[in-house]
């Protein structure tokens, strides 16, 4: 499925399989496909699949079907660390050279990884997961509040700033493709070997900490994985929602396995779906496009919905 996705992905742009069918012998038909759809493509499944992967590790350590990537308030950390930085360079997105890209997504990363740990430490520690979440929702609205005023001081980066929140995949090239590859590996690592704290979260706290598990590091380990793996996402996507939702939830409802194939199954659903959809915007209205963010949040909410009412007799989602 995700070779078939990559293979539209390259044919998917202004000009359709014109540039695939001449790129042997058009070198800017070749430079079209390689160095703009096959990264932008790939950046999309990568992308998808570090928010697949932050869901379920959230909905692991919350113990909450409805819990996201983004409760931490890395979201609104990285939108935040975005406006500081097109504030210092002086310039709209579409005309950063590669330094400049990269240190956006630097500022972005890093107001992500602030926001999460302004968090822990407002929470004071990650025993009580209910405080976690009040102090994820508190700074999220006071980072987006301090960036509101930001943009409010400099008009000029609302348009710039919009293609963040929106979310796109447009400006992902391949040091952004490997950069995402290298996080996602190393998350997916992390995840796999703090699963059985998940496994043993289900049964409740007093179990897990019957079978012996330590929970106060791992917790702690888990907070990284998700920081780490939303944040790089988002650095490179921008605000992409209901993926990191809905990817845990497919999952689920196609197989009963433990959180460590879980999060491994709903990554890689988050970067199928997250492909589907970047493709579908490319396509829907060509040679326009649509946000990527605006349509996942679109399709993810009417999912969601569905889902909501299929199973409103059976006591909620999951």
């Not at 496994?199 to 990284?224: I, K």
């Not at 997250?274 to 396509?283: N, Q, T, V």
Request: aromatic share 6%; with cysteine.
């Amino acid at each position: 499925m995700t070779a078939l996705l990559l293979a539209v992905g390259a044919s998917v742009g202004s000009t359709g399989w014109e540039s695939v069918l001449r790129m042997r012998d058009d070198p800017v038909a070749w430079q079209i496909v390689t160095d703009i759809r096959l990264p932008r493509s790939a950046g999309a499944w990568l992308a998808g699949a570090l928010l697949g992967l932050a869901g379920a590790v959230a909905q692991g350590l919350f113990r909450n079907p409805l819990a996201e990537p983004y409760l931490l308030g890395s979201a609104a950390g990285a939108a935040l660390g975005s406006a500081i930085g097109l504030v210092a360079m002086g310039t709209a997105l579409t005309g950063l050279d590669i330094w400049h890209r990269l240190g956006m997504t630097g500022m972005a990363f890093a107001g992500a990884a602030g926001a999460v740990l302004l968090t822990v430490a407002l929470a004071r520690n990650v025993q009580s997961t209910l405080r976690l979440l009040l102090a994820g929702v508190i700074v999220g609205v006071v980072l987006g509040a301090v960036r509101d005023l930001i943009e409010l001081r400099h008009p000029d980066i609302l348009q710039a700033m919009q293609s963040f929140v929106l979310g796109t995949s447009a400006f992902v090239g391949w040091s952004g493709c490997a950069l995402m590859l290298a996080v996602w590996l190393l998350c997916s690592l992390g995840a796999w070997a703090f699963s059985r704290v998940l496994d043993g979260l289900t049964l409740g706290e007093a179990t897990a900490h019957s079978l012996g598990l330590p929970l106060a590091p791992m917790r702690y380990g888990l907070v990284l994985v998700l920081a780490l793996a939303t944040g790089t996402s988002v650095a490179q996507t921008g605000l992409i929602a209901f993926v990191g939702l809905a990817a845990p939830h497919l999952v689920r409802s196609l197989v009963r396995v433990g959180h460590g194939r879980s999060i491994l199954l709903a990554g890689a659903m988050g970067g199928v779906l997250l492909l589907a959809a970047d493709i579908l915007a490319r396509w829907l209205i060509a040679p326009q496009e649509l946000p990527v963010g605006v349509l996942t949040a679109a399709l993810g909410g009417t999912y969601l919905l569905w889902r909501m009412h299929r199973r409103t007799a059976g006591g909620g989602l999951g």
